[in-house]
């Protein structure tokens, strides 16, 4: 008997054209699995574009007309995924540390990321408590105890002073304080940037207005090595923008995609590459409409450095909601959630930082789909060497996988998400993985779980490490150790030099850039042995 709550059906869907941003109805006669009871009414609210019966939710531009609706809605559009029969890779254990039940938040999609106390911190787009449901900012421990620290609640249908649906994950600035978007809401309805500390505290930093494309920052942000915050604006029908936050709060606007010839709604936060300039991807625009890679110097300077679908039957791929990575190697790595091979269900690809890209795999191109289908999130690099990242379809039971990929294209499936009876697991992850210094994956499922979501812990089988912050930095620089049982350190070097420092809790570390440092791991000599960072500490001029 099968105790997993799905069907499956052949019949007509409508099909969500990325290119152009509407729905048109395409036959497709496919296996696909219908959802029975995942809170309809929540995501689907305008013109009955189509029925929301549908396995997967995707993310979808579309104009505010008054206050009861949402600014940018969240369609529901049927994915063809294949039912898929996944073969897990050993030595893992997989634990689920916590269920959603709307009170406490509702559809995690974004990642975690871990905390100088060594907790996890992340939001959920919708839910909190009082019917609020405009989502919150929430802590959990590794164990799995978690804290709401803020509820994005509204006066009435038009006034959410701090905003509202936080979309995007939360990026750990230098000064221990989380910053995140809202990607609607603020003083003018147009989303918001804020910081909160990890008691709690929250500081609505900045409110967009009206014109320049600036709305909807669906991204989250990422802090430079000067100290200042960059992110994105998916903008209205084409465009958006990219922004700079200065540390003291100074808002400035610095990029505009209007032409759509060179990207338009990045979806996803930037990354600074290891030669100062900024790396990030566009779902839409280009010279196909498919999305791009663009490289933008700090002071505002972009280059489209690839357009998708520029490959016959965009075997290449299309719409990247994700970001980038740079690997150990200088190349950047990253997912589309479209076409490529296979049956057209997205891929992993590296590009270089001047544009060359190859294609690493294409998804649901195994028997069956088991090696999962459509990735939304970004990907990241493990102490393995490895990338890991998540699919929101496919699998075992189409609800999603983990994946973890060699830097040459070796794919393995991991996790087939609802596993467990009545999908306790969770199921339909939009969020990617972060890598604690305890060794674990931790990450979240938009769905199911005992309640509408859950955050996961996956193991296989890696040690701790440390990590520093920032990655780089010059000699005499202040920098943040992170990891776990770090009380007794009795060294810290920076590629084999001594450094002083001073220990912080168990979780922390203050050291400085000691004089004749080079470029190489930061290694900490604790009661329980020697840990290494995850990243090669750059020492700068």
Request: a neutral charge.
């Amino acid at each position: 008997m099968d105790d997993h709550p799905h069907t499956t059906e052949d019949h007509s869907i409508s099909r969500f054209n990325e290119r152009n941003r509407d729905f048109s109805p395409t036959s497709h006669i496919a296996s696909r699995m219908i959802v029975s009871g995942v809170h309809k009414e929540a995501f689907c609210f305008e013109h009955g574009i189509v029925v929301c019966d549908a396995l997967v939710l995707f993310p979808v531009l579309a104009m505010r007309k008054d206050r009861t609706t949402i600014p940018w809605k969240i369609a529901c559009a049927a994915l063809l995924l294949c039912v898929a029969a996944a073969i897990p890779s050993p030595a893992q254990t997989y634990t689920t540390l916590f269920s959603f039940d709307v009170t406490d938040g509702s559809q995690p999609y974004s990642s975690l990321v871990q905390g100088l106390d060594g907790n996890l911190y992340g939001t959920t787009l919708y839910g909190g408590p009082q019917s609020h449901d405009n989502g919150t900012v929430y802590k959990i421990t590794p164990s799995g105890v978690l804290a709401t620290l803020e509820v994005f609640s509204c006066i009435g249908n038009s006034n959410c002073p701090n905003g509202e649906f936080p979309y995007a994950g939360l990026a750990l600035a230098t000064d221990g304080s989380l910053y995140g978007t809202a990607m609607a809401g603020g003083a003018h309805n147009r989303g918001a940037v804020f910081k909160i500390s990890s008691s709690g505290t929250f500081t609505l930093v900045h409110s967009f207005v009206y014109g320049r494309q600036e709305c909807c920052p669906y991204g989250g942000l990422v802090q430079v090595a000067n100290g200042d915050l960059y992110g994105t604006n998916a903008g209205e029908a084409l465009g958006g923008t990219i922004f700079k936050i200065t540390p003291r709060s100074n808002y400035s606007w610095v990029y505009c995609f209007c032409s759509g010839t060179d990207g338009a709604a990045p979806y996803a936060a930037m990354v600074q590459g290891t030669d100062a300039n900024l790396y990030g991807t566009t779902v839409n625009g280009g010279a196909n409409g498919d999305g791009t890679v663009f490289k933008m110097t700090p002071s505002g300077t972009l280059t489209a450095l690839y357009r998708f679908c520029s490959q016959t039957n965009c075997t290449d791929g299309a719409n990247p909601y994700a970001g980038l990575v740079q690997g150990s190697d200088g190349n950047f790595y990253g997912t589309t959630a479209n076409l490529g091979g296979g049956t057209h269900s997205g891929t992993v690809f590296k590009i270089t930082p001047g544009g060359a890209l190859t294609t690493l795999h294409a998804f649901c191109s195994q028997t069956n789909c088991t090696d999962g289908a459509n990735p939304y999130a970004d990907l990241i690099q493990a102490i393995d060497g490895n990338f890991y990242g998540t699919t929101l379809g496919g699998g075992t039971y189409n609800r999603g996988t983990v994946f973890k990929i060699t830097p040459s294209g070796t794919l393995t499936t991991l996790h087939s998400f609802c596993s467990q009876t009545n999908c306790t697991d969770g199921a339909n992850p939009y969020a990617g993985l972060v890598q604690a210094t305890d060794g674990s994956f931790y990450g979240a499922t938009s769905s199911y779980g005992a309640g509408v979501g859950t955050v996961f812990r996956f193991s296989v089988g890696l040690g701790p490490f440390v990590e520093s912050l920032p990655t780089s930095g010059n000699v005499g620089a202040a920098i943040k150790i992170l990891g776990t049982k770090l009380t007794g350190t009795t060294a810290v070097s920076f590629n084999g030099i001594a450094a002083t420092f001073t220990v912080v809790s168990g979780t922390e570390i203050m050291t400085t850039v000691p004089s004749g440092a080079t470029t190489g791991f930061v290694t900490v000599t604790t009661p329980s042995g020697k840990l290494k960072s995850n990243k090669k500490f750059r020492v700068t001029p």
